[in-house]
């Protein structure tokens, strides 16, 4: 298991892709914008490049051919993107650290908070369950499956973003101090929903990718 991970990080997923989560959590410098726009460019950008490599490279092919489990290549890919996906957390929450140093906390849209890091760790929660096991279903198609995950996580973020605008409970609820606790539990809640999302993934796309083969 751990040489198939270190085949996706070191040969399948192209280097550029780990600059990545430096160069969106720098986007975190930005001024009074919509952060949950930084997590976004994963999705956008750094998702259609993997796959589209993975096809390139024929990879689906070669790893089979290997005397591995199937269940081992479900595990090892869904593995490495885990690793980036909590790259662009951490550097994005490290970022926000800085961020709110410089310029303090408030925010016209969503500040960045606790609250708001557990709405990120729900995005990339639903991203999970609505992209990898559409995508395992083939192992080679991933068009519709981001199609309809990007829908997902696009609806996502621009309802926690219009809520916090719109309806001043919802804001008082996820800045005030009065509702820390509530802003915790927002956090340790995304936390878990974007852990059994991995499991869940993991479990759904391993039977359709054997089921596939």
Known sequence: MRYLIEKELNLNIPKFYFIMPILAASLMMIPMWIYVIVFMYFFWITIPAIYSAYNQQNDLSFTTMLPVRK??????????????????????????????????????????????????????????????????????????PLLISSISITLYGASIELLNVFVPKFHHWTHSPDYLFLQWGILVAGITLYALSILFSIKLSVKRFEERL
């Open 71 to 144: 269940k081992d290549i479900v595990i090892s890919k869904i593995s490495a993107l885990v690793i980036l996906q909590l790259l662009h957390i951490v550097l994005g929450f490290i970022m926000a650290m800085v961020h709110n140093q410089v310029y303090g906390t408030f925010n016209i849209f969503f500040e960045l908070n606790i609250a708001f890091f557990g709405f990120i760790f729900i995005l990339f929660a639903i991203f999970n369950i609505t992209f990898l096991p559409g995508y395992f279903k083939t192992a080679y198609q991933y068009g519709k």
